[in-house]
Nanobody, 119 residues
């Protein structure tokens, strides 16, 4: 089992910035990829960004490229999402998730943190 705890959400004006954190605990040696997803009211959950735990390679949704940056601190078992130039359409609950080695899907999810961007 891997436990995930997100933090850093809040209310920000359009154009502002927020930094989300996700701390992992438990069987962290099993982590292959950590990702961020979001779900806005009335919409399906969507992929935001991911990072490979060892190699550090990253992937982003087109909607956040150039504005969001995913990073990690392996010593702290923590992944970050730096969000800049925020837009009202970025308003959502943001979830971090873990994909284990030999898994084809994200296996563990955090409880989510609310991000609200006012216009």
């Amino acid at each position: 089992q891997v436990q995930l705890v997100e933090s850093g959400g809040g209310l920000v004006q359009a154009g502002g910035s927020l930094r989300l954190s996700c701390a992992a605990s438990g069987r962290t040696f099993s982590i292959s990829v950590m990702g961020w997803f979001r779900q806005a009211p009335g919409k399906e959950r969507e992929f935001v960004a991911s990072i490979r735990w060892i190699a550090g390679s990253t992937s982003y949704a087109d909607s956040v490229k150039g504005r969001f940056t995913i990073s990690k601190d392996n010593a702290k078992n923590t992944v970050y999402l730096e969000m800049n130039s925020l837009r009202p359409e970025d308003t959502a609950i943001y979830y971090c998730a873990v994909q284990r080695y030999r898994s084809s899907e994200y296996d563990y999810w955090g409880q989510g943190t609310q991000v609200t961007v006012s216009s």
